[in-house]
């Protein structure tokens, strides 16, 4: 009897650790590590399928490069020729513009009215979506690690595959919509996958890939597209907000 007992006992333990060390609860402790150490930067950049961003070198997102420290991250990306500055802190966002930092809606109707003249909609579709919905690397990789399924471990790596639903969020350029009067945009074909690697328990980089194309004015754009983030700099990263930013975030 005390044997059964004793066998049942380390058999729930082992079983208990082995839910514990799961693929998906490694990549989220792994997060969770990141975010406990308070700040890092990181770099994310995309690599599309055959080359372009579907729209023209104009409209192909360059490098993004942000510090995080707390609730603060403060952003650079370049989209094409264009060099896009924000901060976000908590829920809150801005952009600098050329009349001054701005929060995503108040690009939308400068934008919409015309405002910042040629490549004004450049530089707007740029800093509202990169202030809009953003989300940190350890926030969206915990997050990505939820949805995915399948999870496991191979050649130095943890990857799965992502709902057909997250797939065609992640292709939606990670903006809100545009508005009334404009054309559904139609995604056929959504497939992601996720990749994340993680080091001495913690994450330090993770990759998305989409396949899939969107209908567009009844045009077929290819939203194939490899974006890797990378994390460095942990715990020796100061986000410092600029002055002028600072006061449009209060």
Known sequence: MKTTLLL????????????????????????????????????????????????????????????????????????????????????????????????AEEIRQSAQGGGGGKGGFVRGFAATRLISNYKTPAAQAAELADKATALKEADGAISGALPEATARELMSFGGRGGGGGGQARQISGAKASVKFWLKDGMLSKYEITTEGSMSFNNNDINLGRTTTVEIKDVGTTKATIPEDAKARLQ
């Open 8 to 103: 049942s006992s380390f058999l729930g333990i082992a079983l208990a650790s082995s839910a514990a060390d799961s693929p998906k609860d490694a990549v989220k402790a792994a997060a969770k590590k990141l975010t406990d150490k308070g700040n890092y930067s990181y770099v994310s950049t995309a690599k599309f399928e055959g080359g372009g961003g579907g729209g023209g070198s104009r409209f192909t997102p360059g490098p993004t490069e942000g510090k995080v420290e707390g609730d603060v991250a403060v952003l650079k990306s370049t989209t094409g020729e264009n060099t896009t500055e924000a901060v976000v802190k908590g829920a809150k966002g801005v952009a600098k513009t050329q009349e001054g930092w701005r929060t």
